[in-house]
């Protein structure tokens, strides 16, 4: 019998009240891990009560005090490093170094919460009247919750929670359930850090305790990151009961290799933005687009690297592609692998029906390549959220800015060049909220905002960088007059 | 034996090669190069914690544990020499497949300090 987690609660482990409960299991072995509870709108109240009494305290700690705090999480996130990545390939079922990966870019969210007592800092003008000054001070905002998705498990929750209270908000964490087993170390070692009950409060669950986060009366503001259909609703959600949101939703990403390009490094960077993760990240390469003489090199090369790729599972330090999430996952996967043959493209290298020796119940994708795949077919337009890239031609630089640009997402675009007019042009046109420049992944760092247009995002003010400090904070003009 | 065909690899492969040199220096009585394998191994602890980024995650060709196997039989000049050898060639090797500097300079300071040792210029 597999223990159920517990939620985190007024800084204490706390029973979920009694529903039905998620079986989280390792993707690769399919062993049980644990069960996450199906948290109720009740046990959210009781959180956001905690968070909410817990506020006046926190927000009059002084800011360096609540800044110290992060200095110490940082330690304990660096001594238990293996140990975090470790938890993060057994839940999610990705490779050793890209877990390793995640928990860096986690400790770089610290990292930038260090910095709140100089990024919350505001302005003012003596004299804007006779005699009259007037300031701009900025304020913690009240009880901020965010809503993560199962890709991430350890680095998006510390996109938002070490910024949010080192601002002197209060915080309610609800991780997906198919992977809570990284956040609930994440509240170990919060818990191990002391701060006060109820600044930090973390509840397993679904929908309900999702939808109770974004009705609460008390809650001020939820961040999201996930699919769009669901990011859609959680904006018109949250916006509907008078909150602040950022919702990050799902993605197309287009690379574009110019023929300029080398084709052979070029390659081997696309490889890891559309393989990496088994391509279940919001920034992974999706559709690679050979412009001219470019896409029958770039199908070749891919198809001989892609070939070259190691399966497994992601202990195996040489392994350099984990697996999918679930069985339902690579059913869907798999399925639309299918259709794109029935639209008429190639599959070039086919990952479906792959086994990996000593892990044959794992939820395997191979990598898969598939080519000639045309504007307004299921590939060029569907987020597969698998180990899947397609390839389309361009005959031109700026046929394939229009057809990254018909994308109803905007995510993420990059090029490939060696030509700096081309780049500027790319830069300058192409609509997507974070763009690569020979780099695969064009994943912004802690202090940049993370990007995203279109259907990729619905919010004003996006995760990270001083977006984050305005997301997280009320700005209060003060105007003084002393005779 | 395995490939060394990723980033973790490399790195964990250098961390347990500093970490049965250490053991054996320790073993043989050589207290100070079995203090400072430990250095090195701490020191490359951090360098796969810090400095694994996406870039890294491009897949490495080209280089195989069992090219680097460490024959410590007996704790004889000759075969302190042999085993600092083996280590500044896999350093030697591995240090260009990495596409991060601060690593591959962690990496090349490990191999100067076998070829150093390989050459007996230090203790």
């Given at each position: 019998m597999s223990r159920t987690i517990q939620n985190y609660v007024n800084g204490g482990w706390v029973d979920a009240s009694p529903s039905d409960s998620i079986a989280v299991h390792d993707p690769a072995t399919c062993q049980l891990l644990a069960h996450c509870p199906d948290s109720t709108a009740a046990d959210v109240?009781?959180?956001?009560?905690?968070?909410?009494?817990?506020?006046?305290?926190?927000?009059?700690?002084?800011?360096?005090?609540?800044?110290?705090?992060?200095?110490?999480?940082?330690?304990?996130?660096?001594?238990?490093?293996?140990?975090i990545s470790q938890i993060v390939v057994r839940e999610h079922g990705k490779t050793r170094d890209e877990a390793r990966g995640e928990v860096r870019r986690g400790v770089e969210s610290i990292d930038f919460a260090m910095s709140v007592p100089v990024l919350m800092r505001s302005d003012g003008l003596e004299d804007i009247s006779s005699g009259i000054d007037e300031?701009?001070?900025?304020?913690?905002?009240?009880?901020?919750?965010?809503?993560?998705?199962?890709?991430?498990?350890?680095?998006?929750?510390?996109?938002?929670?070490?910024?949010?209270?080192?601002?002197?908000?209060?915080f309610i964490l609800k991780p997906s359930p198919q992977t809570p087993l990284s956040t609930e170390?994440?509240?170990?070692?919060?818990?191990?850090?002391?701060?006060?009950?109820?600044?930090?409060?973390?509840?397993?669950?679904?929908?309900?305790?999702?939808?109770?986060?974004?009705?609460?009366?008390?809650?001020?503001?939820?961040?999201?990151?996930?699919?769009?259909?669901?990011?859609?609703?959680?904006?018109?959600?949250?916006?509907?009961?008078?909150?602040?949101?950022?919702?990050?939703?799902?993605?197309?990403?287009?690379i574009a290799v110019m023929p300029d390009a080398n084709i052979e490094a070029s390659v081997s960077n696309i490889l890891g933005a559309a393989y990496g993760c088994a391509g279940q990240r919001c920034l992974a390469a999706a559709v690679a687009v050979g412009v001219g003489d470019a896409y029958d090199q770039l199908k070749d090369e891919l198809a001989r690297q892609v070939s070259g790729l190691k399966v497994g599972y992601g202990l195996d330090e040489t392994t350099q592609m984990g697996t999918v999430i679930s069985d339902s996952a690579k059913e869907r996967i798999e399925s639309m692998i299918g259709q794109s043959q029935d639209e008429g493209a190639e599959v070039v290298v086919d990952g479906r029906g792959l086994q990996v020796a000593g892990y044959e119940q794992g939820s395997w994708v191979g990598p898969t390549l598939i080519a000639d795949v045309q504007p307004n077919?299921?590939?060029?337009?569907?987020?597969?959220?698998?180990?899947?890239?397609?390839?389309?031609?361009?005959?031109?630089?700026?046929?394939?800015?229009?057809?990254?640009n018909q994308s109803r997402f905007g995510n993420a675009a990059s090029i490939f060049t060696s030509n700096g007019r081309h780049a500027r042009e790319f830069k300058y046109n192409v609509n997507a909220g974070n763009i690569g420049v020979n780099i695969g992944v064009a994943a912004p760092s802690a202090s940049f905002p993370f990007g995203g247009q279109k259907d990729s995002f619905f919010g004003d003010l996006h995760g990270q960088g001083m977006d984050s400090i305005e997301f997280y904070t009320e700005r209060k003009i003060v105007i003084e007059r002393w005779v | 034996m395995a490939s060394l065909n990723t980033f973790g690899a490399i790195m964990s492969h250098a961390i347990k090669l500093e970490a049965r040199l250490g053991d054996w220096y320790g073993s043989i009585g050589e207290g100070g190069k079995a203090r400072a394998a430990d250095k090195r191994r701490r020191k490359l602890e951090r360098a796969r914690r810090e400095n694994?980024?996406?870039?890294?995650?491009?897949?490495?060709?080209?280089?195989?544990?069992?090219?680097?196997?460490?024959?410590?039989?007996?704790?004889?000049?000759?075969?302190?020499?042999?085993a600092a050898e083996v280590a500044a060639r896999f350093y030697a090797d591995v240090a260009p497949k990495i596409n991060v500097r601060a690593a591959q300079r962690a990496l090349e300071r490990c191999g100067k300090e076998h070829a150093a040792l390989a050459s007996g210029a230090t203790g």
């Open positions: 109240d009781v959180a956001v009560r905690a968070a909410r009494d817990a506020f006046d305290e926190w927000r009059s700690t002084p800011v360096l005090v609540r800044a110290q705090f992060m200095h110490h999480f940082k330690v304990m996130v660096e001594e238990r490093f293996e140990d300031t701009t001070v900025r304020q913690p905002a009240g009880v901020f919750a965010a809503i993560t998705p199962f890709n991430f498990p350890f680095m998006v929750p510390l996109w938002f929670l070490p910024t949010a209270i080192t601002c002197g908000n209060t170390l994440l509240f170990e070692l919060l818990d191990e850090l002391d701060l006060p009950e109820g600044v930090v409060n973390l509840v397993n669950g679904g929908v309900p305790s999702a939808t109770a986060l974004m009705e609460h009366p008390d809650v001020t503001g939820v961040s999201f990151v996930g699919s769009s259909p669901v990011a859609k609703i959680i904006y018109e959600t949250c916006t509907r009961n008078g909150k602040r949101v950022q919702a990050q939703g799902g993605a197309k990403n287009y077919t299921l590939m060029a337009t569907e987020e597969v959220f698998g180990p899947v890239l397609s390839l389309m031609k361009a005959e031109d630089f700026d046929e394939a800015v229009d057809i990254i | 694994v980024l996406e870039i890294t995650l491009e897949p490495i060709r080209g280089l195989d544990a069992a090219d680097y196997a460490l024959e410590l039989d007996d704790g004889t000049a000759p075969c302190q020499a042999a």
